[in-house]
């Protein structure tokens, strides 16, 4: 660029803004909005400058399973915000799930990870890394004693998700990234629930932090995508490569809609996460809720934990109702403007029942102890007006109280 216009160091931008100019590369047309490059490779002017591309000599493109100039602009844009030296995306969540933890492991190593996983998550460490040689051992992610017990000598890396999916149990991010330093080993965080903006793993010493792009990044249910965020030395050592030669890369135009959704994720954040606790504040109060888990609120079990783990309570709650899974499926049923869904981050609000949808592969006793009782259901809180929302939730919850009468209707 031959501009004479001086920009400022991204780094010293506040997130609202980095997330509106970060890493934006511009084509010598100027463009306003990020351009769209659809494309898997590139020229060379020369058969000297290919040369040079492939030794590394010239930063170019080549091919886009390796870099694409839309997906680099995501990646710079994600690792602004998240305080990372550099980030790769993927194609969805589970392909920078499955990377970050590959790319580290070998046969013979160890993981710990907190049993209060993702479905797919509790796959890959349950079932995919055995298959490898990699031993694994799950543990109740608030226990700490626990962490440290699990802890062997060929112990590599840890892996969790805090808030949990879909109790919003609370992980001691810090205690856990001090625990498997001590050991020599590595900490990954799964950071999909309290989003870029409200938690901060890297800051509480996480060596590795991925997303499901798919949810409060994309926001409105287009497109799958992922991203893994890092130290420069954490990625040459154990991602680039893993990512590169085994290919589960982010389609640019993916890559485009999360770029542009980025420029609205504060926005959307904020008004998502007041809505929740509105709608958190509503339940709690509600005769036919038996308890209502929102980690913004003070009746929240770890609500200290929580205050000084993420900066507000997030988009996301979960809440029991009385009389089981009958009357959670009623109360969803009756819903008009919340949708039934299992996705969750979007524009619209979603709910779904753990039990029988994300979690019903475990078994009732796993159910159990992670707290998933019959009558839970999940809400993931949208943009709609929250008095709308709190009008439908109550108009449902009323219905599915007096089952009878509606039942005869
Ligand atoms: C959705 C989700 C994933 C997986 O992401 P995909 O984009 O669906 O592959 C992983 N972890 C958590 C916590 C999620 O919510």
Not at 133 to 155: C, E
Not at 314 to 338: C, D, H, P, Q, Y
């Amino acid at each position: 660029m031959t501009s004479p216009r001086k920009s400022r160091d991204p780094k010293t931008l506040r997130p609202a803004t980095q997330l509106i100019h970060g890493g934006s590369l511009r084509s010598r047309f100027e463009e306003t909005s990020e351009a769209l490059f659809l494309t898997q490779g590139y020229l060379y002017d020369t058969m000297e400058l290919s040369e040079a591309r492939f030794k590394g000599d010239d930063p170019g493109f080549i091919y886009s399973r390796f870099a694409n100039p839309t997906v680099s602009m995501f990646e710079q844009r994600m690792a602004l915000l998240e305080g990372a030296e550099a980030a790769r995306a993927t194609a969805s969540g589970m392909a920078a799930v499955t990377a970050s933890l590959m790319g580290q492991l070998k046969a013979g190593d160890h993981i710990v990870a907190a049993r209060a996983l993702f479905g797919s998550c509790l796959y890959v460490v349950e079932e995919l890394l055995p298959r490898f040689g990699v031993a694994s051992t799950l543990v109740d992610g608030a226990d700490l004693d626990a962490w440290r017990a699990a802890v062997r000598p060929n112990t590599k890396t840890a892996f969790l998700e805090s808030p949990t999916n879909p109790t919003l149990e609370i992980v001691d991010i810090a205690a856990v990234a001090e625990i498997m330093h001590r050991a020599g080993a590595t900490l990954v965080v799964d950071n999909v629930f309290a989003t870029p903006l409200l938690q901060h793993p890297m800051k509480l010493g996480a060596d590795c932090v991925v997303y499901s792009a798919t949810k409060h990044i994309d926001g409105q249910g287009r497109v799958l995508g992922g991203v893994i965020l890092a130290s420069e030395k954490f990625i040459a050592d154990h991602i680039h490569n893993f990512l590169r030669q085994t290919g589960p890369c982010l389609s640019p135009f993916n890559a485009w809609t999360l770029l542009k959704s980025l420029e609205t994720l504060t926005v959307r954040v904020t008004a998502q996460t007041r809505t929740a606790g509105k709608i958190a504040e509503f339940l709690s109060t509600h005769p036919a809720v038996v308890r209502t888990l929102y980690p913004g609120r003070a009746d929240h079990p770890q609500a200290a934990l929580a205050r000084r783990q993420m900066e507000a309570g997030g988009t996301m709650l979960s809440f029991e109702v009385a009389g089981g899974k009958a009357a959670a499926f009623r109360v969803a049923n009756a819903l008009t403007i919340i949708g039934i869904s299992n996705n969750l981050g979007d524009a619209k609000s979603l709910i779904t029942h753990p039990e029988t949808t994300t979690h019903q592969r475990l078994k009732p006793e796993q159910r159990a102890a992670l707290g998933i009782a019959a009558g839970l259901l999940r809400l993931s809180v949208g943009l709609e007006d929250a008095e709308d929302l709190i009008e439908d939730l109550a108009q449902a919850l009323d219905k599915a109280t007096l089952p009878r009468r509606h039942a005869a209707e």
